[in-house]
């Protein structure tokens, strides 16, 4: 009897997945692929792509179906055995509720952004590298979705997530940053999304996220976590793939890509500043301050990357050294600005504990007691007296980012950065140097932003029964009908939240780890089936 | 199995989603209903795509078909990611004992010339038909409205690429791995007068971009012709002259439209049933595709099954019609 060849897998994988293309010749293949060529980006030979994968269907059913069975056990022992009450405190779930409400929605938007890619790019292997992250970012998606149910059922502020993510003024700001890599061509959107995003910063969301949730105990985002990595590990080396493969196919591709680059970095970094004031305020449980975790997985991490990709003519991206200054500054301008807007958010915010400060303090040696410490010391004084600081104003959106302008100057941390630019006779305001640049690139672009606060001002926030001309009519109030956010209900002050006190209720603990119980402690009401 | 663990209850504040909670009222929600309904953005875009500047990121005016609702068209089969890789996993360890068994009895390979011969020329080439049909699954996922349709899609849209790829196998057991016969297969795709008319019509799906058309033309007219034709009828054929080896292998490709053709019907028959508009749209486009794909086909169902072919095809297209009817449409 005859023997079949011994195939290696680069061979096997060849065979299986290098000839299914073709060239067509019934129809123009600028008509079948007709977004490839608009961006100014050249390719000579898709072929020259290296698949860094080199997985075929079977093995990856077979592979993300074992992972997806261990999972989903974990998820349902979760769920029976109430793991949503064994997490260090309260505050934690606020966490989780900007997870949901900002990062889940973006997971299945980079979905549909792979599927334009592994439709629309002209070679079989780039597209089977974006086919199959499309269907890997559905996955994050609807794990996160079902990890995060069971605190759904407790918890205010997670309820109406897809709606909220249409809605609320700051979710604005990741949905604004998934819609702007989604409105760029395929090849800006896969150095956006697969080299800038995933290879350069993800790490930082990653990092910080699950050891954050081992650290308070939170073992089904843990496990939904380390899930991912695998899959995220396969998009981190497609990124750095794919610049290598645009930047190798022709020279006239470094400076659109170096340009892309300087973009979303920027980009990134200003959406993953939320997670400085996560990592530095949020965590009952802390990990790494943010300006360590920028330390590692940037300055070090990220400076290795730069050097590497020196060779091909790409620099490290702009702006990168003021990353660096903003870094003990960032978190706490942004918990404040939350603390401030309180009433205006889908979460409750409370000002540190004092063992917190002395945390931020020890952390923070050269920005915290001098910038931050005193306003929160003050905020803390009126608390007491019952005289709580509110900001009623509605604050001045940038026009990229769509942070409100809180930032302070590169050089100077007591004067807010405002960059103010014209186009067409109008005025915009950027956030920052980095804002700016992004905005003058492609002001026709930027002009269509989608600004909350304007839209509140121009009337366009207001349910059909919300009257402005009634007596007393209230466009704050009103505004956050129309997102979706219940004044009192989903944010608000965390000292009396239905949060705080159902969970002092239910698991006879404090609500805050460093404080005593909000709430006279009646036996809890925890009952044995 | 029912296990008793003891648990702590604590009467939850809600049971689900409020997104979910207006659909179907407060109540515990299946993980499929959790990681489909609305979890695509839906409104207050911010900018207009670059590749599309009339339309936005998200359109429901990239499809001719007008719905209340995108999320009626959810899948019977209730798959979002997990069950659907559980499912194909489990189906691809019952293709792997098979494969392993025909590898090492040499079930193809020993077959005689004109057997490998039949199978390189009128199954081998279908891989790039379902490569085709990868790019028009991915297509759909990529512009379609509403996570129902596009997860749904995007499932598709692999399982088109594992078929390809198994069909590539088939043709490496055939060859003993020398891929000799997908390179005879692929110059079949691209010169033999047989199949040109297929590979037309997978180029003239490649640039048609209603995409609730090209489900129509691509995952229910094609594939109930195409499928029925080649792990039907040609295998029946195959088999009674050189034995069931074959068919084992293609089962796998005949489960797996079983299972995908109820989600077709599923969209196609309410989408057609929500208006006299949507049901002429659809209709207009099933008579153009499967006129299109019958005159396709008949030169590959001669070359491939000799006097057989034109009854195969007419039968093949019966049942079309048959399942057609079913769905409301008069094709």
Avoid at chain 1, 26 to 52: L, N
Avoid at chain 2, 14 to 25: C, E, K, V
């Amino acid at each position: 009897m005859s023997t079949a060849k011994k195939l290696s897998l680069k061979e096997n994988y060849a065979l299986l997945t290098r000839g299914l293309g073709w060239e067509p010749s019934y129809q123009p293949k600028e008509e079948i692929f007709r977004t490839t060529r608009f961006e100014g980006i050249k390719i000579h030979d898709w072929d020259k792509w290296e698949d860094p994968f080199r997985l075929t269907m079977d093995a990856y059913w077979k592979y993300q179906g074992e992972k997806d069975k261990k999972l989903y056990a974990i998820l349902d022992a979760f769920a029976q055995n109430n793991g949503q009450f064994n997490v260090s405190d309260v505050r934690y779930i606020q966490a989780l509720k900007i997870f949901l409400t900002g990062i889940s929605p973006l997971e299945y938007a980079s979905h549909r952004g792979f599927c334009i890619l592994g439709r629309e790019f002209e070679g079989v292997g780039p597209r089977i590298a974006a086919q199959m992250q499309a269907i890997d970012e559905l996955r994050h998606a609807q794990t996160q979705i079902h990890a995060l149910s069971p605190y759904n059922r407790y918890f205010e502020g997670m309820s109406d997530f897809t709606h909220q993510a249409d809605r609320v003024w700051y979710l604005s700001i990741p949905k604004s940053f998934f819609d702007d890599a989604l409105s760029g061509g395929p090849f800006e959107y896969i150095t956006a999304i697969s080299f800038a995003f995933e290879y350069v910063l993800t790490n930082l969301v990653f990092m910080p996220w699950m050891s954050g949730a081992a650290y308070n105990g939170d073992m089904s985002t843990v496990s939904f976590g380390f899930s991912a990595q695998s899959d995220e590990a396969r998009h981190m080396t497609l990124g750095i793939e794919v610049i290598k493969f645009l930047l190798e196919q022709d020279p006239d591709n470094v400076p659109i890509v170096q340009k892309w680059i300087d973009k979303w970095f920027w980009r990134g970094y200003r959406l993953l500043s939320l997670l400085a004031a996560m990592m530095d305020y949020m965590l009952p449980k802390r990990v790494m301050s943010w300006s360590e975790a920028w330390e590692v997985y940037f300055e070090k991490n990220g400076g290795a990357l730069f050097d590497d990709l020196a060779r091909y003519g790409i620099r490290m991206p702009k702006y990168a050294d003021v990353t660096v200054k903003e870094k003990g500054h960032v978190g706490h301008q942004l918990w404040a600005t939350f603390y401030q807007f309180r009433h205006a958010v889908g979460f409750p915010v409370w000002l540190p504990s004092e063992e917190e400060m002395d945390w931020l303090s020890e952390r923070y040696p050269d920005t915290f007691d001098k910038f931050y410490r005193p306003r929160l010391e003050h905020w803390r004084e009126l608390e007491k007296q019952g005289k709580p600081f509110v900001n009623t104003t509605l604050p001045q959106l940038c026009q990229v980012c769509q942070w409100p302008l809180l930032f302070t100057e590169p050089d100077d941390p007591t004067t807010i950065c405002v960059r103010e630019e014209s186009y067409l006779g109008e005025k915009f305001h950027c956030c920052s140097d980095g804002c700016r640049d992004i905005f003058r690139d492609e002001p026709e672009k930027y002009v269509h932003a989608h600004l909350p606060v304007s839209q509140i001002y121009q009337g366009n926030y207001f349910l059909p029964d919300a009257d402005p001309s009634a007596p007393g009519f209230n466009p704050l109030v009103e505004a956050l009908r129309y997102m979706g956010i219940q004044p009192g209900v989903d944010g608000g002050d965390f000292a009396g939240h239905a949060d705080a006190v159902n969970w002092e209720r239910w698991t006879g603990r404090p609500a805050s780890m460093h404080e005593p119980m909000q709430t006279a402690a009646p036996a809890p009401d925890r009952k044995t089936a | 199995m029912t296990v008793e663990i003891r648990t702590q209850s604590i009467k939850p504040v809600r049971q689900t989603f409020a997104h979910l909670a207006r659909r179907f009222g407060d109540k515990p929600s299946s993980r499929y209903q959790e990681a489909t309904y609305n979890l695509q953005s839906e409104v207050n875009r911010h900018y207009k795509p670059l590749w599309d500047p009339d339309r936005d990121i998200y359109d429901r005016r990239r499809t001719a078909v007008v719905m209340a609702d995108w999320y009626a068209l959810k899948d019977p089969r209730n798959h979002y990611y997990a069950t659907w890789t559980a499912a194909r996993s489990k189906a691809q360890e019952a293709l792997d004992t098979q494969m392993q068994f025909a590898e090492q009895r040499g079930l193809l390979r020993e077959l005689p010339e004109a057997a490998r011969d039949a199978i390189v020329f009128a199954l081998v080439p279908l891989r790039h038909y379902e490569w085709g049909a990868n790019t028009n699954g991915c297509h759909i996922s990529a512009y379609a409205w509403g996570t129902a349709v596009s997860q749904a899609a995007s499932m598709a849209t692999m399982d088109r690429l594992g078929m390809a790829q198994h069909l590539s196998r088939i043709g490496l057991l055939a060859d003993g791995n020398s891929g000799e016969s997908l390179a005879r297969a692929k110059q079949a795709w691209m010169a033999h007068p047989a199949w040109q008319g297929v590979r037309r019509e997978v180029e003239t799906m490649f640039v048609t971009r209603d995409w609730f058309e090209l489900l129509v033309a691509q995952a229910l007219v094609a594939d109930a012709l195409v499928y029925a034709l080649f792990y039907g009828h040609f295998d029946r054929a195959f088999a009674r002259q050189h034995g069931p080896a074959l068919a084992a292998l293609l089962d796998f490709l005949v489960k797996w439209q079983d299972e995908t053709a109820r989600w077709v019907d599923a969209c196609v028959k309410t989408a057609a049933a929500e208006s006299a508009e949507n049901r002429a749209l659809i209709t207009g486009w099933v008579m153009r595709w499967r006129a299109a794909w019958l005159t396709a086909l008949r030169p590959l169902a001669d070359a491939t099954m000799g006097a057989d072919g034109a009854a195969a095809l007419d039968a093949v297209d019966a049942a079309l019609g048959q399942r057609l009817a079913k769905l409301g449409i008069a094709g």
